[in-house]
Protein backbone atom coordinates (compact mmCIF):
# COMPACT_ATOMS: atom_id res chain seq x y z
CA UNK A 1 0.00 0.00 0.00
CA UNK A 2 2.84 1.94 -0.12
CA UNK A 3 1.78 3.94 -3.53
CA UNK A 4 -1.64 4.64 -2.20
CA UNK A 5 -0.90 7.96 -1.47
CA UNK A 6 0.09 8.98 -4.64
CA UNK A 7 -3.07 7.26 -6.47
CA UNK A 8 -5.65 8.94 -4.03
CA UNK A 9 -8.10 11.68 -5.36
CA UNK A 10 -10.18 12.16 -2.35
CA UNK A 11 -10.42 15.74 -0.60
CA UNK A 12 -10.21 14.43 2.86
CA UNK A 13 -10.94 10.46 3.03
CA UNK A 14 -7.52 8.40 3.73
CA UNK A 15 -5.45 11.09 3.71
CA UNK A 16 -4.61 10.23 7.07
CA UNK A 17 -3.48 6.83 6.70
CA UNK A 18 -1.89 3.90 9.19
CA UNK A 19 -1.15 1.12 7.31
CA UNK A 20 0.16 -2.69 9.19
CA UNK A 21 1.81 -5.79 7.89
CA UNK A 22 -0.18 -7.53 10.49
CA UNK A 23 -3.51 -7.14 12.53
CA UNK A 24 -6.18 -8.47 14.54
CA UNK A 25 -9.04 -6.27 12.63
CA UNK A 26 -8.68 -2.95 10.99
CA UNK A 27 -12.13 -2.02 12.78
CA UNK A 28 -10.47 -2.93 16.29
CA UNK A 29 -7.53 -0.86 15.47
CA UNK A 30 -9.92 2.22 13.69
CA UNK A 31 -12.06 2.17 16.99
CA UNK A 32 -9.24 2.58 18.96
CA UNK A 33 -7.26 5.24 17.27
CA UNK A 34 -10.74 7.28 17.17
CA UNK A 35 -10.54 7.11 21.27
CA UNK A 36 -6.64 8.66 20.62
CA UNK A 37 -8.18 11.07 18.42
CA UNK A 38 -8.45 10.09 14.79
CA UNK A 39 -10.75 12.51 12.92
CA UNK A 40 -12.93 11.85 10.04
CA UNK A 41 -11.16 10.57 7.00
CA UNK A 42 -8.61 8.04 8.83
CA UNK A 43 -8.06 5.14 6.99
CA UNK A 44 -6.60 2.04 8.49
CA UNK A 45 -5.22 -0.90 6.31
CA UNK A 46 -3.60 -3.94 6.34
CA UNK A 47 -1.86 -6.89 4.16
CA UNK A 48 -3.56 -9.64 6.28
CA UNK A 49 -5.69 -9.67 9.54
CA UNK A 50 -6.13 -12.97 12.35
CA UNK A 51 -9.42 -11.79 13.94
CA UNK A 52 -11.21 -10.37 11.04
CA UNK A 53 -14.88 -10.19 11.59
CA UNK A 54 -17.99 -9.44 9.44
CA UNK A 55 -21.58 -8.89 10.41
CA UNK A 56 -23.06 -10.64 13.64
CA UNK A 57 -19.66 -11.93 14.96
CA UNK A 58 -18.83 -13.88 11.67
CA UNK A 59 -15.54 -14.83 10.97
CA UNK A 60 -13.65 -13.04 7.68
CA UNK A 61 -10.68 -14.86 6.03
CA UNK A 62 -7.97 -12.48 5.59
CA UNK A 63 -4.62 -13.50 4.19
CA UNK A 64 -2.17 -11.63 2.44
CA UNK A 65 -2.81 -10.48 -0.92
CA UNK A 66 -6.58 -8.64 -0.90
CA UNK A 67 -7.85 -5.60 0.97
CA UNK A 68 -8.79 -4.85 4.39
CA UNK A 69 -9.61 -0.99 5.41
CA UNK A 70 -11.34 0.72 7.72
CA UNK A 71 -12.18 4.42 7.53
CA UNK A 72 -13.62 7.02 10.52
CA UNK A 73 -16.47 9.42 9.74
CA UNK A 74 -18.68 11.27 11.26
CA UNK A 75 -21.78 10.97 9.75
CA UNK A 76 -23.91 14.41 10.22
CA UNK A 77 -27.43 12.20 10.25
CA UNK A 78 -29.65 11.49 13.11
CA UNK A 79 -28.71 8.10 14.65
CA UNK A 80 -32.06 6.25 13.00
CA UNK A 81 -30.19 6.76 9.72
CA UNK A 82 -26.86 5.66 10.52
CA UNK A 83 -27.83 1.75 9.87
CA UNK A 84 -27.77 2.81 5.91
CA UNK A 85 -23.94 3.86 6.01
CA UNK A 86 -23.64 -0.04 4.85
CA UNK A 87 -25.50 0.11 1.61
CA UNK A 88 -23.73 3.82 0.73
CA UNK A 89 -20.34 1.65 1.29
CA UNK A 90 -22.10 -0.79 -1.21
CA UNK A 91 -22.53 1.08 -3.73
CA UNK A 92 -19.21 3.05 -3.23
CA UNK A 93 -17.52 -0.33 -3.73
CA UNK A 94 -19.68 -1.25 -6.34
CA UNK A 95 -18.71 1.68 -8.19
CA UNK A 96 -15.14 1.29 -7.25
CA UNK A 97 -14.77 -2.40 -8.33
CA UNK A 98 -16.84 -1.57 -12.16
CA UNK A 99 -14.43 0.93 -12.80
CA UNK A 100 -11.55 -0.56 -12.17
CA UNK A 101 -12.85 -4.54 -13.61
CA UNK A 102 -15.22 -2.70 -16.77
CA UNK A 103 -15.78 -6.27 -17.97
CA UNK A 104 -17.40 -7.42 -14.87
CA UNK A 105 -20.11 -4.17 -14.57
CA UNK A 106 -23.29 -6.76 -15.56
CA UNK A 107 -21.91 -9.27 -13.33
CA UNK A 108 -21.19 -7.06 -10.38
CA UNK A 109 -24.41 -7.08 -7.51
CA UNK A 110 -25.28 -6.09 -3.93
CA UNK A 111 -26.52 -8.34 -1.35
CA UNK A 112 -28.73 -6.33 1.11
CA UNK A 113 -27.69 -5.29 3.41
CA UNK A 114 -23.73 -5.84 3.09
CA UNK A 115 -22.40 -8.23 0.41
CA UNK A 116 -21.03 -7.59 -2.85
CA UNK A 117 -21.41 -10.62 -5.17
CA UNK A 118 -19.96 -11.71 -8.69
CA UNK A 119 -22.08 -14.12 -10.01
CA UNK A 120 -23.45 -14.47 -7.01
CA UNK A 121 -20.43 -15.39 -5.27
CA UNK A 122 -19.09 -13.33 -2.20
CA UNK A 123 -16.23 -10.74 -3.21
CA UNK A 124 -16.48 -8.17 -0.21
CA UNK A 125 -18.34 -7.45 2.77
CA UNK A 126 -18.83 -4.58 5.18
CA UNK A 127 -19.00 -4.01 8.64
CA UNK A 128 -19.77 -0.68 10.18
CA UNK A 129 -19.74 0.29 13.89
CA UNK A 130 -20.14 3.11 15.62
CA UNK A 131 -19.04 4.91 19.11
CA UNK A 132 -20.09 8.18 20.55
CA UNK A 133 -18.08 10.43 22.31
CA UNK A 134 -20.29 12.76 24.27
CA UNK A 135 -23.05 14.01 21.39
CA UNK A 136 -20.32 13.24 18.78
CA UNK A 137 -21.42 10.05 16.58
CA UNK A 138 -17.89 8.20 15.34
CA UNK A 139 -18.59 5.52 12.89
CA UNK A 140 -15.83 3.28 11.82
CA UNK A 141 -16.52 1.33 8.01
CA UNK A 142 -14.58 -1.86 7.66
CA UNK A 143 -14.50 -3.63 4.24
CA UNK A 144 -12.72 -6.52 2.57
CA UNK A 145 -12.26 -6.91 -0.71
CA UNK A 146 -10.62 -10.24 -2.03
CA UNK A 147 -8.74 -8.97 -4.70
CA UNK A 148 -5.99 -11.19 -6.07
CA UNK A 149 -6.40 -14.86 -4.19
CA UNK A 150 -7.58 -17.54 -5.95
CA UNK A 151 -8.47 -20.26 -3.45
CA UNK A 152 -10.24 -20.44 -0.64
CA UNK A 153 -10.67 -22.80 3.08
CA UNK A 154 -13.01 -25.40 2.39
CA UNK A 155 -16.12 -23.80 4.16
CA UNK A 156 -16.09 -20.73 1.26
CA UNK A 157 -14.63 -22.58 -1.79
CA UNK A 158 -18.26 -22.45 -2.92
CA UNK A 159 -19.63 -18.82 -2.42
CA UNK A 160 -16.60 -16.98 -2.33
CA UNK A 161 -14.72 -15.23 -5.15
CA UNK A 162 -11.83 -12.64 -5.94
CA UNK A 163 -11.31 -10.12 -8.78
CA UNK A 164 -8.14 -12.88 -9.85
CA UNK A 165 -10.73 -15.22 -10.76
CA UNK A 166 -13.39 -13.47 -12.16
CA UNK A 167 -11.45 -11.83 -15.02
CA UNK A 168 -10.19 -13.50 -17.90
CA UNK A 169 -6.62 -14.78 -17.72
CA UNK A 170 -5.59 -12.02 -20.70
CA UNK A 171 -6.98 -9.16 -18.58
CA UNK A 172 -4.30 -8.05 -15.85
CA UNK A 173 -5.72 -7.93 -12.04
CA UNK A 174 -5.75 -4.33 -10.62
CA UNK A 175 -2.95 -3.78 -7.70
CA UNK A 176 -4.99 -3.49 -4.23
CA UNK A 177 -3.97 0.18 -3.76
CA UNK A 178 -5.32 1.13 -6.86
CA UNK A 179 -8.49 -0.68 -6.18
CA UNK A 180 -8.58 0.86 -2.94
CA UNK A 181 -7.65 4.35 -3.96
CA UNK A 182 -10.81 4.38 -6.76
CA UNK A 183 -13.21 2.49 -4.01
CA UNK A 184 -12.71 5.62 -1.68
CA UNK A 185 -12.81 7.88 -4.35
CA UNK A 186 -16.19 6.68 -4.61
CA UNK A 187 -16.80 6.47 -1.13
CA UNK A 188 -15.99 10.17 -0.16
CA UNK A 189 -18.55 11.15 -3.31
CA UNK A 190 -21.31 8.76 -1.44
CA UNK A 191 -20.53 9.89 2.16
CA UNK A 192 -20.99 13.20 1.28
CA UNK A 193 -24.15 12.57 -0.37
CA UNK A 194 -25.30 10.33 2.55
CA UNK A 195 -24.87 13.69 5.06
CA UNK A 196 -26.85 16.01 2.91
CA UNK A 197 -29.79 13.47 1.48
CA UNK A 198 -29.29 10.47 3.66
CA UNK A 199 -29.96 7.05 1.50
CA UNK A 200 -32.87 8.76 -0.11
CA UNK A 201 -30.27 10.15 -2.82
CA UNK A 202 -28.20 6.80 -3.34
CA UNK A 203 -31.66 4.95 -3.30
CA UNK A 204 -32.10 4.51 -7.52
CA UNK A 205 -28.46 3.73 -7.97
CA UNK A 206 -28.33 1.56 -5.34
CA UNK A 207 -31.72 -0.36 -6.77
CA UNK A 208 -30.32 -0.60 -10.51
CA UNK A 209 -27.23 -3.13 -8.93
CA UNK A 210 -29.36 -4.45 -6.03
CA UNK A 211 -30.32 -8.25 -5.85
CA UNK A 212 -33.82 -8.25 -6.27
CA UNK A 213 -36.78 -10.33 -7.16
CA UNK A 214 -36.13 -13.20 -5.20
CA UNK A 215 -36.88 -15.31 -2.47
CA UNK A 216 -35.43 -14.92 1.42
CA UNK A 217 -35.80 -15.87 4.68
CA UNK A 218 -36.17 -12.74 7.02
CA UNK A 219 -37.25 -12.66 11.05
CA UNK A 220 -40.73 -12.57 11.09
CA UNK A 221 -41.00 -10.66 14.35
CA UNK A 222 -41.90 -13.64 16.07
CA UNK A 223 -38.87 -15.85 16.59
CA UNK A 224 -39.60 -17.73 13.65
CA UNK A 225 -38.55 -16.54 9.90
CA UNK A 226 -40.60 -16.34 6.83
CA UNK A 227 -39.83 -16.65 3.05
CA UNK A 228 -40.17 -13.37 1.35
CA UNK A 229 -40.23 -12.42 -2.22
CA UNK A 230 -37.80 -9.23 -1.97
CA UNK A 231 -38.88 -6.29 -4.34
CA UNK A 232 -37.21 -3.11 -2.54
CA UNK A 233 -34.87 -1.73 -0.56
CA UNK A 234 -36.86 1.89 0.97
CA UNK A 235 -35.88 5.65 1.51
CA UNK A 236 -34.64 4.47 5.06
CA UNK A 237 -32.61 1.40 4.01
CA UNK A 238 -35.11 -1.16 5.26
CA UNK A 239 -35.39 -4.27 2.51
CA UNK A 240 -39.24 -4.70 1.64
CA UNK A 241 -40.74 -7.74 0.59
CA UNK A 242 -44.29 -9.95 0.60
CA UNK A 243 -44.65 -13.53 1.76
CA UNK A 244 -46.85 -16.01 -0.26
CA UNK A 245 -49.80 -15.06 2.14
CA UNK A 246 -49.27 -11.48 0.73
CA UNK A 247 -48.11 -9.89 3.87
CA UNK A 248 -46.01 -7.21 2.98
CA UNK A 249 -42.36 -7.17 5.18
CA UNK A 250 -40.16 -4.75 6.49
CA UNK A 251 -36.43 -5.78 7.54
CA UNK A 252 -33.83 -3.05 9.16
CA UNK A 253 -30.74 -4.53 10.37
CA UNK A 254 -31.53 -8.29 11.15
CA UNK A 255 -29.85 -11.33 9.71
CA UNK A 256 -30.69 -12.25 6.44
CA UNK A 257 -30.65 -16.09 4.90
CA UNK A 258 -30.09 -16.88 1.10
Not at 119 to 125: E, L, Q, S, T
Request: net charge neutral; proline share 4%.
Amino acid sequence: MHDLPELLQTKWLGRVHEHHAELGSTNDRALAWVKEGAGAGALVTADCQHEGRGRLGRTWSSPLGDIYASVVVQPAVPAERVGALALVTALALHDGITEMCPTLKDRVRIKWPNDMLIARRKVAGILCETKYQGSRMDAVIGFGLNVARTTFPASLANSATSLALELASTTPVPTRARVLACVLEHLERELECFDRDGFSGARARYLAVALLGESRSVPDGRGGRVDVLVDTVAEDGALEGVTRSGQRIRVRSADIES
